[in-house]
């Protein structure tokens, strides 16, 4: 016996992996096409997180009596929806990168 992870869809349809089972579900919505913008995952990288960590070269610079040096450091993202498939992994059109002089974006690809 080994223990086995399936991953049900609203339609009780089984799979064996969480982006098979999402794919299927956005399908079920009538979104057909996965989205340009995350593949699939729904997500995308959102602001940075920063910290607040000591500059350890810049603090030894500063002699063993100075005071400790901060300095801002980016250690991840959040991860936020996608703004270009509203979290959803898929869309129900074709969507093509869009790069005008001002306007960068995603429309729906004209049929
Ligand atoms: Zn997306």
Redesign the pocket.
């Given at each position: 016996m080994r223990e086995q992870t399936v991953f049900l869809a609203h339609d009780d349809t089984p799979f064996s992996t969480a982006f098979e089972c999402k794919q299927h579900e956005a399908k079920l919505a009538g979104k057909t096409y996965i989205?340009p913008?995350?593949e699939g995952k729904?997500t995308e990288h959102g602001d940075d997180i920063v910290e607040s960590r000591e500059d350890e070269d810049a603090t030894a610079w500063g002699g063993q009596f100075a005071s400790p040096v901060y300095r801002d450091v980016v250690v991840g993202h959040k991860v936020v929806p996608?703004s270009?498939?509203d979290g959803y992994?898929w869309t129900d059109h074709q969507k093509i990168p869009v790069t005008k002089q001002v306007r960068t974006g995603w429309a729906d690809v004209q049929s």
């Open positions: 989205c913008a995350c729904a996608c270009v498939c992994g």
